[in-house]
């Protein structure tokens, strides 16, 4: 864990970093399910799999986002007027990543692993990243702005 001890909570810092850790984890894994080749064995089982787990751990940071006490409360209830509406403005995005990531996997579990289904399963996960990272960088520069860190953490802005 980094030592965050100056911050007014260090500890809603540290959960905050603890769940995107989580979160970054999850990617990662449904990004190696999907450069699998898709007609190995099990390919959308692995898929749908390594979805559950991102599914799992987008909750779990969910929670953290709206957790009275947490580290987008502090920054919230520190600047109302000029951040607030960012916060809620994050929230929401991460709101709607989670309901189309949803979406999809109960689609997902229709999909028979056809090379028609297989573009659009790789297209779908894609844009579901993509728009994760975008929140992501979001928080950062909010983080950044408030409290004058990295929330990217060392080597850029993961996803």
Do not use: K
């Not at 984890?25 to 692995?46: M, P």
């Not at 502090?74 to 189309?100: A, T």
Request: hydrophobic share 40%; net charge negative; proline share 4%.
């Amino acid at each position: 864990m980094r030592d965050h001890s100056n911050l007014p909570d260090s500890e809603a810092f540290d959960a905050a970093l603890m769940e995107r850790d989580q979160t970054l984890a999850a990617v990662r894994r449904v990004e190696h399910a999907l450069s699998r080749a898709a007609g190995a064995n099990n390919w959308i089982d692995e898929v749908r799999s390594s979805l559950v787990s991102l599914q799992d751990a987008m909750a779990e940071e969910r929670d953290e986002l709206g957790r009275p006490g947490s580290l987008y409360a502090m920054i919230s209830s520190e600047r109302p007027r000029r951040l607030g509406p960012r916060v809620r403005g994050i929230r929401e995005q991460y709101d709607d990543i989670v309901r189309q990531l949803d979406s999809f996997r109960r689609e997902l579990d229709d999909a028979d692993g056809t090379a028609a289904d297989i573009g659009e399963i790789r297209h779908r996960v894609e844009w579901i990243i993509r728009a994760l990272r975008n929140c992501r960088n979001r928080q950062a520069d909010l983080v950044f702005e408030a409290l004058g860190l990295d929330f990217g953490g060392p080597g850029g802005n993961p996803a």
